[in-house]
């Protein structure tokens, strides 16, 4: 496949890490993730803004998704420059240097039985 | 980040305030919820207009979301001009004066265990 | 609003009715549901064709949605010209004369506790 | 309806099988699956192209969809050129020579409850 699909600007204004959960870990740990797949022949280089209803907008959190594949990214796991609050209202702005198709989703474990949420980002 | 993204009239045909819940407030109270991200350099006005089945349409409810903020706001919430029933089918319509993305999702906790949904809404 | 929102044409690949439930009936009843936002000033006309995997369309479906009203139809109640088989695989299509918006959901009462998922519909 | 509706390119950036199950099969064996709608008079020829985080693309995986019908592809049964590693993350391209619509969804039943997400898939 030559073709490259997906936009180079994302939205998602729903964010929200739970801040606990059930079952083992790091499957069942509640997660919030953005899904990234880069089609493209060339690394996709990602810069990530997070969103908060009281404060300035943090980042960019920068990431790269090599050439033909996919990274599913936990903002759990974002760190630099700084590691997203849990139970706190957020969102993210995704951009990229090439074109990517995001999509949203979360596990909830903090009872004994997960929910599961998903959605296409907003493209641009 | 000087880029304005999203549109400034959105929609979301599924509405359902459920009228129990379980565990914990207010993390677990059952709500359904309008996400909205507004990356501008503006306050954002946003009205909300609820559709219903039977009768007349309700609001505007007017809400603001200053300069690159994120709000996430439970229609449980929403008083005026009047609360909006729950165990009742409705619809809404949101618009705005600069672009903002929009996403819906609900926690229904009605049972012992949570359910989760969410989808980006509908844009125009 | 005198705006009217939404487009003519929607589809929903994604179609199954689960053949039992648990918890109350109408709330927890396993179901599946278009719900259907009309904005304009005038009556919707709307037809729904049902798709599957092995036989010939079926349908169609008439309903209408008042001006400015919605209506969150579950397809369990489609009843002519035949009601749809349950644990089938379906998928549907959704017409109307005049624009509106479409979303998708199903509740999942099958286990103890409810399972949810929604998207907003294909819009062409 | 004589319309065909859809595109032919789409992507599905989060796919994930989950690797155990509970409940009856193969209503409630853990699943993820790619629902497909070919509304148009002739047989769709689709191929799916699997994108992981680490390794080459994999397929394509050869599908037809008969003219006016549906199909539920579960990516738990896709064998030819390899199965899906279970526990990987890995994302979905989908590509017909005829217009599609297409969505995603998955029923997770590792733990005693389903879960459920979905979404449409994004078309370019």
């Known amino acids: ?24 870990s790091p499957q069942m740990l509640s997660h919030e993730t953005v899904c990234i797949l880069n089609t493209s022949k060339q690394e996709a280089r990602v810069e990530i803004m997070i969103y908060f209803s009281d404060r300035e907008p943090v980042g960019p ?8 594949r996919t990274r599913h990214i936990r903002f759990n796991n974002l760190e ?4 997203i609050p849990r139970d706190t209202d957020y969102a993210s702005v995704i951009q990229s240097n090439v074109a990517i198709v995001v999509q ?8 004994a039985e997960n929910a599961l949420l998903t959605t296409i980002a907003y493209a641009q």
Chains 1, 2, 3, 4 share one sequence.
């Open 80 to 83: 630099n420059p700084e590691p």
């Open 104 to 111: 949203h989703s979360r596990l909830d474990s903090r009872q």
């Open 61 to 68: 959190y920068k990431l790269t998704i090599p050439a033909e």
């Open 1 to 24: 496949m030559n073709q490259t699909i997906g936009k180079k600007v994302w939205a998602i204004p729903e964010g929200y890490i739970p801040d606990w959960s059930n079952g083992p």
